[in-house]
């Protein structure tokens, strides 16, 4: 699986759009970029995933290039309860037991 | 929504008990996973379950072992417990090759 690259931290003001940026230049055609998120003390929660085209649901939006190299999560009103460790995986589709969690983004978000 | 429960929040033993961890989950997924984080090296995979009476090693098995007898429930077993065990345990599970649902997590410590 392709190796992820995530600033160590991020701040974003209360209400303001929140782009959590993710480097993956070594990611292959079959691998897909999935968005976690981990508040303090509790288990990581699923945010959102795609293949090559941008994807958005309820949560946020995944902005992929076009030569899929790197992302962006978008969370578009970010709020103070958004604040977590945001994690940035790529994994091939049939790979079902290989989540890679690395150190991902710390997002404060102040008011 | 998925629901993936685990049997404890907080737990503490000591050195040389057997401890259980129980993780149910409620949306009849196929496979299932347990996975510890510890600072600064993230989640790693310590067994995993594909089917019931199935289970593979993750990348840190030693001194673990699962049992899954039904569908809805995958349990790590600490045979022995000892100091470096402690840790947070994160169940979770997962339809086919999809995204991965994860429990609120149990923070064991073994004194």
């Known amino acids: 699986d392709a190796k992820t690259t995530q600033p160590p931290s991020m701040d974003c003001a209360e209400g303001r759009a929140a782009n959590l940026p993710c480097n993956h230049s070594?990611?292959?055609?079959?691998?897909?970029v999935y968005w976690y998120r981990q508040i303090h003390s509790q288990g990581p929660q699923y945010i959102i995933h795609?293949?090559?085209n941008n994807e958005t649901n309820e949560m946020a939006s995944l902005i992929i290039t076009e030569d899929r190299k790197s992302s962006t999560l978008i969370l578009p009103h970010a709020t103070l309860r958004d604040t977590a460790v945001y994690y940035c995986i790529v994994r091939a589709s049939y790979n079902f037991n290989k989540f890679y969690f690395g150190s991902g983004t710390k997002l404060n978000v102040k008011p | 929504d998925v629901k993936v429960t685990q049997s404890s929040r907080y737990l503490v033993k000591r050195t040389g008990e057997k401890v259980f961890l129980e993780c149910v989950q409620d949306?009849?997924?196929?496979?299932m996973f347990w996975y510890r984080q510890d600072p600064g090296l993230g989640l790693r995979l310590i067994y995993f379950s594909y089917d019931v009476k199935m289970k593979e090693k993750g990348d840190i098995p030693e001194g673990y072992s699962v049992s899954r007898e039904k569908k809805e429930r995958f349990s790590l077993i600490l045979e022995s417990a000892s100091t470096n065990q402690t840790s947070m345990y994160l169940c979770a599970s997962s339809l086919q090759s999809y995204e991965q649902y994860f429990g609120p997590g149990t923070r064991l410590t073994v004194t």
């Open positions: 795609g293949l090559k």
């Open positions: 949306m009849d997924h196929e496979n």
């Open positions: 070594t990611i292959s055609g079959n691998e897909y």
